[in-house]
């Protein structure tokens, strides 16, 4: 069974970055499309960011546009999001999920445990 684990979350004040990493277990990584989300406190957890098997078509949800960047690096069978610019309505726990392909159709079968980030203003 396949696992993930976030890590990089942690406290940083508003207008600073954070790095998110999610490794995951197992030889078949490359395989498949990941995502990043989040759940704050009273809110629906949110699509944040997705990224194809091979590191393409990146798609961001409209309030990290231009702050947030996936990558992954199948070599190393993990995923990241650089997160720049962080506002204080970004604290929330942060979850990456597998999707059951190659590409981000919106299905999600795995998730990691979460990574919590927390912005100060």
């Known amino acids: 069974q396949v696992q993930l684990v976030e890590s990089g979350g942690g406290l940083v004040q508003a207008g600073g970055s954070l790095r998110l990493s999610c490794a995951a277990s197992g030889r078949t990584f490359s395989s498949y499309a990941m995502g990043w989300f989040r759940h704050a406190p009273g809110k629906e957890r949110e699509f944040v960011a997705a990224?194809?098997?091979?590191?393409?078509?990146?798609d961001y949800a409209d309030s990290v546009k231009g702050r947030f960047t996936i990558s992954r690096d199948n070599a190393k069978n993990t995923m990241y999001l650089q997160m720049n610019s962080l506002k204080p309505e970004d604290t929330a726990v942060y979850y990456c999920?597998?999707?059951?392909?190659?590409?981000?159709?919106?299905?999600?079968?795995?998730w990691g445990q979460g990574t919590q980030v927390t912005v100060s203003s």
């Open positions: 990224i194809d098997y091979s590191g393409g078509s990146p």
């Open positions: 999920a597998r999707a059951p392909g190659l590409y981000n159709w919106g299905s999600w079968d795995v």
